[in-house]
């Protein structure tokens, strides 16, 4: 029904910027309802940033005011422009779209940020 293709990551240094990109495929789904989470191995996910509306979006506090979550509805694509990068932002990235009554989650992407 859905599929969600993530890009965009890869390795930058302290300080550096990433645009990440997450494409959406099929049908019934608005992009109001997507995000990005992150993961590190051994933690638990966690949010990042996602809408919650047509014009308002949530971020959680270690990002606020470096991250920013836009949408290009034509494209069906997401992205989270990520500034300011710090190691602790090292993780692997997932995009998940709500629809159907469920959560699909893209295969991830790798950001991994040097000190």
């Known amino acids: 029904q859905v599929q969600l293709v993530e890009s965009g990551g890869g390795l930058v240094q302290t300080g550096g910027s990433l645009r990440l990109s997450c494409v959406a495929s099929?049908?019934?789904?608005?992009?109001?309802?997507m995000g990005w989470y992150r993961q590190v191995p051994g933690n638990q996910r966690e949010l990042v940033a996602t809408?919650?509306?047509?014009?308002?979006?949530n971020y959680a506090a270690s990002v606020k005011g470096r991250f920013t979550i836009s949408r290009e509805n034509a494209k069906n694509t997401v992205y989270l422009q990520m500034n300011s990068l710090k190691p602790e932002d090292t993780a692997v990235y997932y995009c998940?779209?709500?629809?159907?009554?469920?959560?699909?989650w893209g295969q991830g992407t790798q950001v991994t940020v040097s000190s």
């Open positions: 809408f919650t509306g047509t014009a308002t979006s």
């Open positions: 998940k779209l709500t629809a159907y009554e469920r959560s699909f």
């Open positions: 099929g049908s019934g789904f608005s992009l109001n309802r």
